[in-house]
C-alpha cells in the first residue's frame, strides 16, 4: 500500500511539471500569436483558463488517489486468505507429553524432562531440566510456573530464565502466578484441600484450609496481577444441591483485619464456576456453568454484572480484556455460534460458522479455530479472516512476534507459517 501510495505522489510531481512547463509554453506562444488590438483582451482570459484546467486536474488526481486508497482498504478489510507460506519447518525430537505454550514474545515447551524458551524464529534462548511426571504450566505475561501435577515441585521461571524452585508438602492439584513470580497452589490432603500462597522462592505467605462439608472443594483459582489477591471457586453441595461459591482473599492492609483474609464472598445455586480469572487488578470474572459474572474492585470486589444463558456452553475462551462463548447455532446454515464480550459485559460480536472444531483461542486480537486439519481465523468483530486445510494433522497453533506469523505444532513437526 505505501509503495502504490509513493508511486502515485511521484506521478503527482511529475504531473505538476509537465503542467507548468506546457503552461510556459503556452503563454510564449499566446503572446507571440497576438495582434496589438487583441493582446490585452486574450492575455486577460488565457491565465484563468490555464488555472481551471490545472485544478481540475489536480482534484482529478486527488479522487484518483483517494479512490485507490479506499480500494485497497475494502480488499484488506473483505479479504478472506486461503493460503499461506511456511516460513521455516524443523523436525520435532521432544518426547511424547511435550506442550507449547505462549510466554510474552517468545515460546515455552515444556515436558517431564526440563523447559525450553524459544523465540518465534526457532532459536533457543535458555533452558533448565528438571524430573516431573505430569507438568503443568500457568503463565502471566513473562512469568510462568511449572508444577508436577500429583507431585510436589514447582519451579518459577521469567524471561531470564528460573526464578525460583521449592517442594511442597502435599501434591499439587492446580497452580497460577503472578508477574512478580507470586505463586498460588491448591494442595490434596485426601477429604482436605489447602490452598497455599508462597513467593518465587517457595517461603509460605499464607494458607487456607477447605473441607468439602464446610468451604467445598476448589475447582479453580486466579491470581491478581499484583499477586495481593486470589480469587477462588469452591464447588459446594448443601442438602443435595449442589452450588458455587466464589471467594476473594486479599492478603494487602485491607484483609489483615478479615477472618481467613476473606474480604467478599458470592454464592450460585445450581451452577458451577469451573474457570475463574482476573483481566486486570480490579475487574475479575467468573465463568459458570451456565453464564459468568463480572466483579469491580481493586481492594473488595462486588459484582457488577451478571448474564445467564439458556443455551449449553459449548466452549469458554478468553484472554486479557475480551472473553467468549461457543454454542449451538440458532440458525439452519450454521453449526456453531460465538459471542463475544468485554470486561463490563457488554456483547462485542456475535457471529456464526461451521467448523467443526477442536480448540478454540483468543490471541493477539484474531479467534483461532481449528481441528485436527483445518483452521479459521476470525477478527474480535466477528469477521473471517483466514480458511485454508493444512498439510498435516495439527495438533496445536500459536500466535507468534511477526505480521500474520503463527506456529503450527504436528506430531512430527513445528512449521512458523506466514499467512496470505
Not at 483558463?49 to 479522487?63: E, H, M
Not at 477429604?191 to 500462597?197: E, K, L, S, Y
Not at 464480550?341 to 486480537?365: C, E, H, I, M, S
Request: charged share 25%; net charge neutral.
Amino acid at each position: 500500500m505505501m509503495s502504490l501510495f509513493t508511486h502515485l505522489i511521484k506521478k503527482y510531481r511529475k504531473t505538476q511539471r509537465e503542467i507548468e512547463e506546457e503552461d510556459r509554453l503556452d503563454m510564449e506562444m499566446a503572446e507571440e500569436s497576438l495582434t496589438a488590438e487583441e493582446g490585452p483582451w486574450r492575455l486577460r482570459l488565457w491565465p484563468g483558463r490555464r488555472r481551471g484546467s490545472r485544478r481540475r486536474r489536480l482534484l482529478l488526481f486527488i479522487c484518483c488517489v483517494c479512490l485507490t486508497l479506499i480500494g485497497g482498504l475494502l480488499f484488506l478489510y473483505l479479504h478472506v486468505g486461503t493460503e499461506y507460506k511456511v516460513l521455516m519447518t524443523e523436525k520435532r525430537t521432544d518426547i511424547n507429553g511435550t506442550g507449547y505454550t505462549e510466554f510474552g514474545e517468545y515460546i515455552l515447551k515444556y515436558s517431564p524432562d526440563g523447559v525450553t524458551c524459544v523465540s518465534g524464529s526457532g532459536s533457543v534462548l535458555w533452558n533448565s531440566t528438571f524430573s516431573m511426571q505430569s507438568p503443568i504450566v500457568d503463565v502471566r505475561g513473562t512469568t510462568a510456573v511449572i508444577a508436577d501435577q500429583k507431585g510436589t515441585q514447582i519451579y518459577v521461571f521469567n524471561q531470564n530464565g528460573q526464578q525460583g524452585q521449592f517442594q511442597t508438602s502435599l501434591p499439587v492439584e492446580k497452580v497460577r502466578v503472578a508477574k512478580q513470580g507470586v505463586v498460588a497452589a491448591v494442595l490434596n490432603d485426601d477429604d482436605i484441600t489447602w490452598v497455599n500462597f508462597y513467593d518465587a522462592q517457595g517461603e509460605e505467605i499464607a494458607k487456607s484450609r477447605n473441607s468439602l462439608g464446610d468451604s467445598g472443594y476448589p475447582l479453580d483459582i486466579a491470581l491478581s496481577p499484583d499477586g495481593m489477591k486470589i480469587m477462588v471457586s469452591y464447588l459446594c453441595i448443601t442438602k443435595g444441591i449442589m452450588n458455587t461459591k466464589i471467594c476473594f482473599y486479599n492478603f494487602d492492609s485491607v484483609g489483615q483485619a478479615e477472618i481467613n483474609n476473606m474480604v467478599a464472598s458470592q454464592i450460585y445455586e445450581n451452577a458451577v464456576a469451573p474457570e475463574v480469572i482476573f483481566t486486570d487488578e480490579g475487574t475479575s470474572v467468573a465463568f459458570l456453568s451456565n453464564g459468568f459474572s463480572i466483579f469491580k474492585g481493586k481492594q473488595i470486589p462486588e459484582e457488577t454484572k451478571k448474564v445467564q444463558f439458556e443455551e449449553e456452553i459449548l466452549s469458554i475462551f478468553h484472554d486479557g480484556n475480551k472473553f467468549g462463548f461457543i454454542f449451538k447455532s440458532d440458525k439452519r446454515d450454521y453449526k456453531y455460534r460465538m459471542q463475544l464480550y468485554d470486561t463490563n459485559g457488554k456483547l462485542l460480536a456475535k457471529t456464526y460458522f461451521d467448523l467443526d472444531y477442536k480448540q478454540v483461542k483468543l490471541r493477539g486480537g484474531s479467534l483461532i479455530f481449528f481441528n485436527d486439519k483445518e483452521f479459521e481465523i476470525y477478527n474480535t468483530g466477528g469477521r473471517k479472516k483466514f480458511s485454508c486445510t493444512y498439510d498435516k494433522a495439527i495438533q496445536d497453533i500459536i500466535k507468534v512476534n511477526g505480521f500474520q506469523k503463527y506456529m503450527v505444532i504436528s506430531q512430527n513437526s513445528v512449521s512458523t507459517i506466514r499467512l496470505k
